[in-house]
């Protein structure tokens, strides 16, 4: 299958480099392989290829910091939102930069990730992991404060059949805010779906990725889709 061997080169390219931690643009590669739909995502090393890659994509766009040694973007304001002008793209790159050094002044810092900006729209997480007894497991949530603040998350072993990542969905408590309350319309409950049956089965085929984490997933309203927005694989400790 194309997309099997598509991530097992991707996957053994990381290696190869001595690394088990993926980069968001690494990882967006990997779901974009697997058919999970994700952001467009270019690496800038400098503020001109920042410029450069941003006219590529169309304004506006959004830029976050490329770091081995930083998991959490916004933490180091390593992540700006809704640039829409050369002028605003090669001062962000300094400023991501800037912040990032001052927040941790030994990481080692790639450059700066330029990436499609999406419309905002409800919110949730997609992880695996692999149980040491039974494998790949999937949990979904909904994303920002909600999964942090209430831990409304769900799980299921890998591979999901449809029916049981529409379970894993309405059985959160905060699933009336995707299934849509007083006329709102319902969340694309489909889409999501699909993502979380795809993730099982990038678990399940591959269980030197330990650990996946999808957060957020945009999630537009029935029948316009959802788009992974954040990403982040680690691979197993030795192959
Ligand atoms: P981190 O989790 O490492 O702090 P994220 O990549 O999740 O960084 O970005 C932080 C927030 O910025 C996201 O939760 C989302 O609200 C917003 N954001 C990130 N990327 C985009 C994008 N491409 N389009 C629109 N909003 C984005
Ligand atoms: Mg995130």
Redesign the pocket.
């Known amino acids: 299958m194309a997309a099997h061997k598509k991530v097992a080169e991707i996957l053994s390219s990381i290696r190869e480099q001595g690394r088990r931690k993926l980069l968001?643009h690494e990882s967006k590669q990997v779901l974009a392989a697997w058919g999970i739909p994700t952001?467009r995502v270019e690496l800038a090393r400098d503020a001109a290829e920042a410029v450069r890659a941003a006219r590529e994509l169309k304004y506006p766009v959004?830029m976050?910091i490329s770091s081995p040694d930083i998991?959490?973007?916004?933490?180091a304001g390593g992540?700006k939102?809704g640039l829409s002008s050369e002028l605003e793209v090669h001062q962000a790159f300094k400023e991501i930069v800037d912040s990032a050094r001052a927040y941790r002044p030994n990481a080692k810092i790639l450059g700066v990730t330029v990436?499609?900006?999406?419309p905002?729209a409800r919110?949730v997480i997609v992880g695996t992991l692999q149980d040491p007894t039974f494998g790949a497991t999937v949990m979904f949530g909904l994303g920002g404060v909600w999964v942090e603040a209430l831990k409304d998350v769900s799980f299921r072993l890998a591979p999901l059949t449809a029916d049981d990542a529409r379970e894993m969905i309405s059985e959160i408590k905060g699933y009336p805010i995707l299934a849509g309350v007083r006329g709102e319309p319902e969340a694309d409950i489909d889409a999501i779906v699909d993502i979380l049956q795809k993730a099982g089965q990038l678990a399940h085929e591959f269980p030197e990725i330990v650990e996946m984490d999808i957060?957020?997933i945009f999630v537009f309203d029935r029948g316009k889709g959802a788009i992974a927005?954040?990403a982040r694989i680690i691979l197993k400790e030795r192959a």
């Open positions: 968001e952001t959004v976050k998991i959490h973007k916004s933490d992540v939102v990436q499609e900006y999406v905002h919110e957060n957020p927005i954040d």
